[in-house]
């Protein structure tokens, strides 16, 4: 079963930056490189969303549009690692950022590291 951490997560002050890791483990019929990679967030009061997606190559990513330009995700899959590099962070940067494995119908969740943004 595959197995996600996240961490990285903390406290900071509007425009500054965090560098969020992911840390996969568990492989046995398929390899992380098989896996596209996703970050969530999950602000107070509000569903989770989509924030980044990279594929199993890493040759091709996406953003959500609050976050265009301010975030980097990335790979390394000699590493079974998944990272979110923020950048210039706001107030509404503030939630649980989740890491996301998934590979046709398999899915795999971290249990999730704490961001927040506060003046």
């Known amino acids: 079963q595959v197995h996600l951490v996240e961490s990285g997560g903390g406290v900071v002050q509007p425009g500054e930056s965090l560098r969020l890791s992911c840390a996969a483990s568990?492989?046995?019929?398929?390899?992380?490189?098989?896996?596209?990679m996703n970050w969530y967030r999950q602000a107070p009061g509000r569903e989770r969303e989509l924030v980044a997606a990279i594929t199993r190559a890493g040759d091709n990513t996406i953003y959500a549009g609050s976050v265009k330009g301010r975030f980097t995700i990335s790979r390394d899959n000699d590493k079974n690692m998944t990272y979110l590099q923020m950048n210039s962070l706001k107030l509404e940067g503030t939630g649980v950022y989740y890491c996301?494995?998934?590979?046709?119908?398999?899915?795999?969740w971290g249990q999730g590291t704490q961001v927040t943004v506060y003046s």
């Open positions: 996301n494995a998934v590979r046709s119908s398999r899915r795999a």
């Open positions: 568990g492989f046995t019929d398929f390899t992380f490189s098989s896996y596209a």
